[in-house]
């Protein structure tokens, strides 16, 4: 009987190994941390979950937020394009709400229901000196070990639209003091400088507000830069409302002064990521071969929030080639199961890379602004977000814009 092993709790780990462990593969689920040392790290990543990963999250029967999410989820997107007080805006009520967990909550939760169900655990961090030894106890191991781990066995790919360098600083936090106005979702502003994201989070203590910025290094919004929490948490806050004050007025306005602030000292992640993607599969001095999943595959900036959905859609890729073929992890399986899994998550690398461009692309401006004005295109933006693939379709070239839209004007002109 095959048995897998998997490096890393996280998304794609968490994912693959629950999707295995209900085909009734045998799994081994490497995690770092115990679900107690997980709660208690940390912030990593304040990400949101698109209907598509909802509907697996519904498969795997680990939708454990759906009563808080009913009136705390992103439900809404509102987008601002340019400078405040006149930014182009439009507003996108979802098919289905996407939702955001505080990753310690979400990813410890997964991890128990994984070993409650009867799945191992092996608690600790892999060494990279580690990885051959398992090679041989498992059939196949797959590294999962996010954007920091073990990535140096897999040779960045060839070809991809690799970046050598951040494209953003990245500060995210969860804060209190701060109101959500309805219809609640995301507000999500593009400025000359970077970007702000202000979501709703279910977390330890409730509902509260993400705040996270993308800024670009050098930009208008780059004097949250080198200001870190952990040295001064009281400037740091003074910051972030005075970079509100400036960029995002409107979010400014929603801020209670007496209650402000980032609601743990654990609260909050400040770096960068360099966008790349990775040729997902390796062979070890044994000979044996690994696979990548997830941000070991591909790391996107999470500036369209497509990192754990992808990394979710490709451990369930991974899982089904497990299932429909287990003669042998060979090259010729890696191979093979590697370019299903890029043919997914090219798309929203593609699209990501391409939105980091500041000022925006010349057809994405264009693209925003007639989502201002017709609502079908609004909607199609919006719900896109878990089906990257489209978006990055319509994005792809100015051709493509103009087509789709001259294709919305012909199908007006016929009615
Ligand atoms: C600020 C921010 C906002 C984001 N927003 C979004 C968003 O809105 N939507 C979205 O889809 N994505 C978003 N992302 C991206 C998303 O968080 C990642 O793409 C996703 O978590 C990747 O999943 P993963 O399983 O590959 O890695 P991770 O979730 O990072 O998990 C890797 C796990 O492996 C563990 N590990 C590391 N080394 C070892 C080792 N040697 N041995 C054992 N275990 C190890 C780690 O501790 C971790 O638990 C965001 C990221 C950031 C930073």
């Not at 410890?108 to 990279?128: K, T, W």
């Not at 070239?397 to 199908?411: F, G, I, M, N, Q």
């Amino acid at each position: 009987m095959t048995h897998v092993g998997i490096i890393g709790a996280g998304i794609g780990g968490l994912y693959l190994a629950l999707y295995l462990q209900q085909q009734g593969v045998s799994v081994t689920l490497h995690a770092d941390r115990t679900p107690d040392e997980l709660r208690q790290s940390r912030l990593p990543n304040t990400a949101t979950y698109w209907s598509a990963m909802r509907q697996r999250e519904r498969q795997l029967g680990v939708n454990h937020w759906d009563e808080q999410a009913a009136d705390w989820s992103v439900r809404h997107l509102h987008l601002r394009i340019g400078p405040e007080p006149e930014p182009l805006r439009f507003h996108v009520e979802l098919d289905e709400a996407g939702l955001t967990v505080d990753h310690r909550l979400y990813a410890s939760r997964l991890l128990e229901d994984f070993a409650d169900r009867g799945g191992e655990v092996v608690y600790g961090p892999v060494r990279p000196e580690s990885l051959e030894p398992l090679s041989e106890e498992y059939d196949l191991v797959v590294v999962s070990a996010g954007r920091g781990g073990l990535t140096d066995l897999f040779p960045r790919r060839e070809g991809a639209a690799n970046f050598t360098q951040p494209q953003r600083f990245l500060c995210s936090g969860i804060y209190r003091g701060i109101e959500l106005p309805p219809p609640v979702g995301t507000y999500l502003s593009f400025v000359p400088g970077g970007e702000l994201f202000h979501v709703p989070v279910i977390t330890f203590d409730g509902n509260r507000s993400v705040l996270f910025f993308e800024i670009v290094p050098g930009g208008e919004l780059d004097a949250l830069l080198n200001v870190r929490y952990e040295e001064d948490p009281r400037k740091f806050d003074r910051t972030v409302l005075q970079l509100l004050e400036k960029a995002f007025p409107e979010t400014r306005a929603l801020v209670d002064d007496a209650s402000f602030g980032v609601n743990r000292p654990q609260d909050i992640l400040q770096g960068a990521i360099t966008p790349t993607a990775r040729r997902g599969y390796a062979q070890l001095p044994n000979g044996k071969w690994v696979m990548a999943l997830g941000d070991v595959h591909v790391v996107n900036d999470p500036l369209l929030a497509q990192g754990a959905n992808a990394a979710s859609a490709c451990a369930f890729l991974l899982g089904e080639a497990i299932v429909a073929d287990d003669l042998a992890f060979d090259e010729m399986w890696c191979r093979r199961t590697e370019a299903a899994l890029w043919a997914y998550a090219q798309n929203p690398f593609d699209w990501t890379n391409y939105m980091l461009r500041d000022p925006l692309p010349a057809n994405v401006a264009r693209l925003m602004a007639a989502a201002t004005q017709d609502q079908r295109v609004a909607d199609e933006f919006g719900n896109n977000f878990a089906t990257p693939e489209r978006n990055w379709n319509i994005l792809a070239s100015p051709e493509r814009t103009d087509a789709y839209l001259s294709r919305l004007a012909d199908e007006d002109r016929a009615r």
